[in-house]
């Protein structure tokens, strides 16, 4: 059974890097048949797609943050990590991580439990 | 990007009760359509995939049904544990994947 695991800080101060790690046990993210997600929810309010990374290292980020971005990839860790450069307090949420189903059917399953980022001033 | 119009955004139910919830899209988006429930503090849980395709260990007492640009969330008899916040999401046209705003259940 595939689980995901956030991890990171949990304080960032505004115009730094946040950075955080999805680590995969039980399945290997090298696998073909999936791409791997990151999701974010600002407190109260709904949820966001931030972007996917593929095994080949390909990836797709959503629009809106394409230019503070980077999704990497580390197999030999089987984990995946989440960049967004200049943060400001807009950035504060709780950030999920998730195993992406594409190829046929799509949805996203299982989610990591997700972890909070504030950003101070 | 396609937005997603969930309704009502709010829904007030009993135990026991049956609750429908709509998700129509600003454009087609054939059957690539899911629903989660997210409860406070957890992460959000696939319920159905593929607009009507019940994920293994969700209880039957939930469907989906709906194609191209509306789509439905049926909770048959409403039980304690099914208030929550839920969600539609597509995975027709990316980037970007997009959510609808969210539907809260609560109890009456």
């Known amino acids: 059974q595939v689980q995901l695991q956030e991890s990171g800080p949990g304080l960032v101060k505004a115009s730094q890097t946040l950075s955080l790690t999805c680590s995969v046990s039980?399945?290997?993210?090298?696998?073909?048949?999936?791409?791997w997600s990151w999701i974010r929810q600002p407190p109260g309010k709904g949820l966001e797609w931030i972007g996917y990374?593929?095994?080949?290292?390909?990836?797709y980020y959503n629009p809106s943050l394409k230019s503070r971005l980077i999704i990497s990839l580390d197999m030999s860790k089987n984990d995946f990590s989440l960049n967004v450069r200049s943060v400001t307090a807009a950035d504060t949420a709780v950030y999920f991580c998730?195993?992406?189903?594409?190829?046929?059917?799509?949805?996203?399953?299982?989610w990591g439990p997700g972890t909070l980022v504030t950003v101070s001033s | 990007d396609i937005q997603l119009i969930q309704s009502p955004s709010f829904l007030s139910a009993s135990v026991g009760d049956r609750v429908t919830i709509s998700c129509r899209a600003s454009?087609?988006?054939?059957?690539?359509l899911a629903w989660y429930q997210q409860k406070p503090g957890k992460a959000p849980k696939l319920l159905i995939y593929a607009a009507s395709t019940l994920q293994s260990g969700v209880p039957s007492r939930f469907s989906g049904s709906g194609s191209g640009t509306e789509f439905t969330l049926t909770i048959g008899s409403l039980q304690p544990e099914d208030f929550a916040t839920y969600y539609c999401?597509?995975?027709?046209?990316?980037?970007?994947?997009?959510f609808g705003q969210g539907t809260r259940l609560e109890i009456k």
């Open positions: 039980g399945g290997s993210i090298t696998s073909g048949d999936y791409y």
């Open positions: 999401q597509q995975l027709d046209d990316y980037p970007p994947i997009t």
């Open positions: 990374i593929y095994y080949s290292g390909s990836t």
């Open positions: 998730a195993r992406h189903v594409w190829f046929g059917d799509r949805y996203f399953d299982p």
């Open positions: 454009q087609g988006i054939s059957s690539y």
